[in-house]
Nanobody, 120 residues
Framework: QVQLVESGGGLVQAGGSLRLSCAAS????????MSWFRQAPGKQRELVAS???????NYADSVKGRFTISRDNAKNTVYLQMNSLKSEDTAVYYC??????????????WGQGTQVTVSS
């Protein structure tokens, strides 16, 4: 199993910054992609950013140029630096990890979520 613990959420004014952290523990040696998702009230959960074990990144169009995902493999931690925050970034942010089981199968794990609220 893999356990994911997020931290760093909070209340910030529009234009401000926050950094989220997600620490992974457990069976972590086969984790490939780690991602941040978010879910706003009344909306579906959406992918914000992802990073592979090799460092390749992917971002939602809505956060490109403002958010940066990074990964410290030595600390088993993934970060999301969020700058120029907007009110529409308000959501619960979830950490996600994909662990490779076989060449054809994998398993996803989720953190408990951390609230980010941007006041305008």
């Amino acid at each position: 199993q893999v356990q994911l613990v997020e931290s760093g959420g909070g209340l910030v004014q529009a234009g401000g910054s926050l950094r989220l952290s997600c620490a992974a523990s457990g069976i972590i040696f086969s984790i490939n992609t780690m991602s941040w998702f978010r879910q706003a009230p009344g909306k579906q959960r959406e992918l914000v950013a992802s990073i592979t074990s090799g460092g390749s990144t992917n971002y939602a169009d809505s956060v490109k140029g403002r958010f940066t995902i990074s990964r410290d493999n030595a600390k088993n931690t993934v970060y999301l630096q969020m700058n120029s925050l907007k009110s529409e970034d308000t959501a619960v942010y979830y950490c996600n990890a994909v662990r490779v089981l076989t060449a054809l199968s994998s398993k996803q794990y989720w953190g408990q979520g951390t609230q980010v609220t941007v006041s305008s």
